[in-house]
């Protein structure tokens, strides 16, 4: 149970930890302007990230959706007992050349429905998966147009919070982005400095960097995914 949290307590104390390093050695000595600047990106980033936990990734409602086929079927039922021609054509369609029950009728016509709206059974939780739902095995739930768990915030991203996840990545790498261009100067002028700094300022820039090498790639990979229609 405790593992679960570790990874968002892991992010939350190193995205702590950069931005007070990067405050003490360069943004504290800066003008008002670029304070604000790279301090409205953090905080819409951060908003991005309350946003993506808030609305969650839309977990299928099972009473919800038992409730949305059990009104289609009665619906379907109806119809057919309203027309013998329709009943005929039914049974033809399904190749029945022997009379039905009830019951039987019952369970064709449940086929049916759940066949016209793409619904399945997950063989994980044993309920209705709608189409293009997945199952989560660490949220132990059913995800609409689920895209992956995030470990990182310990949520899955799917239809309802996904919006908000592309934002928290952008908005993240342009947090990124500004601390390499406003850093860079900084980060040349270490070198005449102690060793300490020296380490310390190098560590924290190629630190930076090598975010930005992984967020940025995975922020354009969605951007392809939506584009394509993938998502």
Request: aromatic share 16%; charged share 15%.
């Amino acid at each position: 149970m405790f593992l679960k949290y570790l990874p968002p307590v892991l992010f939350s104390m190193f995205f702590v930890g950069m931005c007070s390093f990067y405050y003490i050695t360069y943004l504290s000595m800066q003008g008002v302007y670029i304070q604000l600047i790279v301090g409205c990106v953090v905080l819409l980033m951060v908003m991005s990230a309350i946003q993506v936990i808030r609305f969650g990734p839309g977990y299928v409602d099972q009473d919800k959706l038992e409730t949305q086929l059990f009104n289609e079927l009665q619906e379907e039922l109806k119809l057919l007992m309203m027309s013998e021609d329709r009943l005929l054509d039914f049974l033809d369609q399904n190749q029945c050349n022997q009379p039905l029950s009830e019951e039987q009728l019952i369970h064709m016509l449940n086929i049916k429905v759940l066949e016209s709206k793409g619904i399945k059974i997950c063989k994980t939780c044993q309920s209705y998966k709608p189409l293009r739902a997945h199952h989560c095995s660490q949220c132990k739930q059913c995800v609409f147009r689920m895209d992956h768990h995030c470990m990182w915030l310990n949520i899955c991203i799917g239809m309802q919070n996904y919006k908000y996840f592309m934002m928290l990545i952008f908005y993240l790498n342009l947090c990124i982005i500004l601390v390499l261009i406003t850093y860079f100067q900084t980060y040349i002028l270490a070198i005449e400095e102690s060793d300490f700094q020296l380490i310390a300022k190098f560590t924290y820039y190629h630190s930076i960097f090598t975010l930005f090498m992984l967020f940025f790639p995975f922020f354009l990979h969605h951007i392809g995914c939506q584009q394509s229609n993938d998502y």
